[in-house]
């Protein structure tokens, strides 16, 4: 997959997020007007003054909340590090998505789908930051389903052991990595890939992986910025998958010093 067609897959994505995100806003703003009109006809019998204070209340948190998705949308839009930006991060890993992924539930969209979205999204915000650090401060987190599933050859704790035979992407990860100085590690699991992270306490991670593996890590691994890369999967989840080169130079090269 070639640079355009990675760019025309992630605007898809990031248009299902924002419409989700201003479906969201519509409902909050819906659901905050009758929080407030249906107290208010009896808060008035105990004091005149009691609906102007709940709903002065009310309507502060409705604004924080729509005006944080609206500057959210707005960096979106824009790919510019604008205000809060690092706690609008957090603010969608935390709270956003799970409430995203309910409502998507409900009108029916594919969780696979959201987390592309997701995994986008981040992707956007961590751009934005304009983030540039040395390479020994990064990591490459990989899935182990990325190495042939016939190959005898463990290289879960030690990329290095790769004899770079050629047949699947490891070698060339790993040749990639090492030209640009930067650790590589493949993980069998959340678990390990937590550790990993605690172990060499990097500045910055790509990772590649399925979306639900990417989903979790990007959530696990807040606050560090993580650019999420989708795996290809020709045989199906966990088996034989490979990755698209361009995608992880073009990565590295937003985000890694010369």
């Known amino acids: 997959m070639n640079a ?4 025309a897959h992630e605007q898809p994505r990031k248009r299902l997020f924002i419409a ?13 007007f009758l929080l407030w009109w249906v107290p208010s006809i009896g808060l008035v019998n105990i004091h005149p003054f009691l609906p102007i204070l709940f709903g002065g209340i ?20 824009t790919g510019r590090d ?18 995203i992924i309910g409502l998507g539930r409900l009108v029916g969209i594919d969780r696979d789908t959201l987390q592309q979205s997701f995994i986008a999204l981040n992707n956007q915000l961590v751009r934005a ?10 990591l490459i987190l990989l899935p182990h389903c990325i190495q042939l599933a016939d190959c005898a050859i463990k290289i879960t704790g030690n990329v290095d052991n790769c004899i770079r035979c050629g047949r699947c992407d490891i070698s060339a990860l790993a040749e990639l990595a090492r030209s640009h100085g930067i650790a590589v590690a493949v993980a069998t699991g959340g678990t390990l890939a937590r550790k990993i992270i605690v172990e060499r306490r990097p500045q910055f991670i790509l990772a590649v992986a399925c979306e639900r593996d990417l989903t979790a890590g990007i959530r696990d691994a807040y606050p560090l910025p993580v650019i999420g ?5 020709p045989y199906g989840p966990c088996f034989n998958t490979s990755i698209d080169f361009v ?10 010093l010369p």
């Open 4 to 7: 355009v067609h990675r760019g």
């Open 58 to 77: 009310l309507g502060s948190l409705t604004l924080f909340i729509v005006g944080s998705l609206g500057l959210l949308i707005l960096t979106l839009l």
């Open 20 to 32: 989700m995100l201003t479906l969201a806003s519509t409902l909050i703003l819906t659901s905050a």
């Open 229 to 233: 890369l989708l795996n290809h999967r």
């Open 129 to 138: 930051k304009k983030l540039r650090v040395p390479a020994e401060r990064a």
């Open 247 to 256: 995608e992880v130079e073009k990565a590295l090269a937003e985000h890694i």
């Open 82 to 99: 604008l205000f809060f930006s690092q706690r609008l991060r957090g603010l969608v890993i935390r709270y956003l998505f799970p409430a």
